[in-house]
């Protein structure tokens, strides 16, 4: 019932930036933890960043300073700046939603999104 759906991936070239989106819809309960992840072909889903309804945040060490989540919690929406885009950060990016922390940055969260294509050019 409960729905995810991303937005704002795209093709960039390198060191540009780009904001992704993401929003519940139907029927919607308080999520305490939403993030991102992400995937690469042939590589395993990995945690981008995830953030509290309190506005904790964690990221993936090596996007620190790079990459940016937020959220407001009014219109159910967690967002992600990216910053300086390297080729490396090509993948599908997932939006993910749990009640509990631990669910989320385990990588087992309730709620996924339908993934967001961002492709980065050197």
């Known amino acids: 019932q409960v729905q995810l759906v991303e937005s704002g991936g795209g093709l960039v070239q390198a060191g540009e930036s780009l904001r992704l989106s993401c929003t519940a819809s139907?029927?919607?309960?308080?999520?305490?933890?939403m993030g991102w992840y992400r995937q690469a072909p042939g590589k395993q889903r990995e945690l981008v960043a995830a953030?509290?309804?309190?506005?904790?945040?964690n990221y993936a060490d090596s996007l620190k300073g790079r990459f940016t989540i937020s959220r407001d919690n009014a219109k159910n929406t967690v967002y992600l700046q990216m910053n300086s885009l390297k080729p490396e950060d090509t993948a599908v990016y997932y939006c993910?939603?749990?009640?509990?922390?631990?669910?989320?940055?385990?990588?087992?969260?309730?709620?996924w999104g339908q993934g967001t294509q961002v492709t980065v050019s050197s």
């Open positions: 993910a939603a749990d009640r509990f922390t631990a669910q989320l940055m385990g990588g087992m969260p309730r709620y």
């Open positions: 139907g029927t919607i309960f308080r999520f305490n933890a």
């Open positions: 953030i509290t309804s309190g506005g904790n945040t």
